[in-house]
Every structure is written in C-alpha cells, then in structure tokens.
C-alpha cells in the first residue's frame, strides 16, 4: 500500500523552538507538498517542490523554510516556533502532472 | 489561480441522500477532486472527475460537473454514519491544486 509518512502525529514546543516536521513518501513522487490546515480555513499551501533541492512558495510561506535533499523525503521548518503556528500540518505528494494527491496522516502541532 | 468555494456545514439522516456542493472560479482546470477527512487523519481521495465529463459515477457517489456555471457536486446515496467526515473539493490546474473549506457532514442515526 503506497504511503506517505509523516513523523509525529502530535507534537508539543515552546515559543522560539526550532521545530522540524518530516514527510516521507515510498511512491517515488516528483511532486512534495506542505500545508496547514485550520477550522473554517481549509487548507492553506505553504510551500511545495517538484524536485530533488527544488522549493517553491505557497500562500504563507512566512515563518517557514523547507528542505528536500532526497526525493523521498520533504521537511518543514519553524526557524523559531510562535503560538500563531498552532496547527494541523499535512504533507502530500503526487506524480508529476494532473493527478491526485496522497495525504500523510497529518501532525497536530501545539506551540506554547 | 482557482479559488474554490462550499458551505461549510451538512446534515442529513441515515439512510437519505447527502449533496455536498462546490463552486470554483478558474474554467480551465483539467480535473476537479472530492477528498475525505476522518476525524484525526489526512485527507483521503475519494474520486475525481475529468473536466470533460459532466457525470461520474463510483458506487454510491456521484459527481455532477456543470462547467457553465462552474458547479461540482458530490451526492453521496443511502449514507451511512461511517461517512460523517469533512469533506473536501479541489481544482487543480497543471500541478497546484486548490482546496475549498471543506464540508462537514454529520449523519444523524
């Protein structure tokens, strides 16, 4: 069963920590994507990537930085956490052209 | 880019049948998408329509396209309370896909 993983399910830091979240997916995907998702908002596209070392922005790619080293494997970073980043994160993948995408579970991030 | 709008909230009894609707802004996506969220999960694609077709059928979905009026529709027959979810739709043009809000079914027994 094809998957995309995303490390934690629920996470906990403090205002001002670095906080690392990680999106692995096993269906060798050309396209990696990282968004978040809060009530009555939808989903909000934060930055996304269509390559090894490749990223583009999204809508609010404040306060975030990517990384995708490897094809298989698209983090997100908080430089320095704030409680405005309190959220669900959900990480996605497609192939490359029109197609649909294949959610991780999500990782519901609390910042205190 | 497309800007996708739904109400946010449904409820229906079980047994009935569910409408979930959605209108969209950008005429020129190639594919429209229905996606489900469980309490707690990601998002999980239940079915897609080609923006050449006006109907697709799946069980007991049904997806409506009418392009005139940029209108998509998801009717979901005899629901059952393991469908209560959030319910999403989505556009995609070349390789950016755009979500609405999402619809919150609630299936009343």
């Known amino acids: 069963d094809v998957k995309v993983t995303q490390s934690s399910r629920y996470l906990v830091k403090r205002t001002g920590e670095k906080v690392f979240l990680e999106c692995v997916q096993d269906?060798?995907?050309?396209?990696m994507f990282w968004y978040r998702q809060d009530p009555g908002l939808g989903l909000r596209l934060i930055y996304f990537?269509?390559?090894?070392?490749?990223?583009e922005k999204g809508d609010i790619p404040e306060g975030y930085s990517v990384s995708r080293e490897k094809k298989e494997r698209f983090s997100l970073i908080l430089e320095s956490a704030s409680t405005n980043q309190t959220s669900m994160y959900l990480c996605?993948?497609?192939?490359?052209?029109?197609?649909?995408?294949?959610f991780g579970s999500g990782t519901r991030l609390t910042v205190v | 880019g497309e800007d996708v709008e739904q109400s946010l909230f449904l409820s229906v009894r079980e047994g009935d049948s569910s409408v979930i609707n959605c209108t969209y802004t950008?005429?020129?996506?190639?594919?429209l998408y229905w996606y489900k969220q469980e309490p707690g999960a990601g998002l999980q694609l239940l079915t897609y329509?080609?923006?050449?077709?006006d109907m697709k059928q799946d069980q007991r979905l049904t997806v409506l396209l009418n392009k005139k009026d940029k209108h998509l529709s998801l009717r979901i027959a005899d629901t059952q309370t393991g469908d209560s979810a959030i319910y999403f739709c989505?556009?995609?043009?070349?390789?950016?896909?755009?979500f609405g809000a999402g619809t919150r079914l609630t299936v009343k027994p």
């Open positions: 996605a993948s497609s192939p490359r052209g029109a197609s649909g995408y294949t």
């Open positions: 269906m060798d995907h050309e396209n």
């Open positions: 990537s269509y390559d090894v070392k490749m990223k």
């Open positions: 950008d005429s020129s996506s190639t594919y």
């Open positions: 329509i080609f923006s050449n077709m």
């Open positions: 989505a556009g995609t043009l070349n390789n950016d896909m755009r």
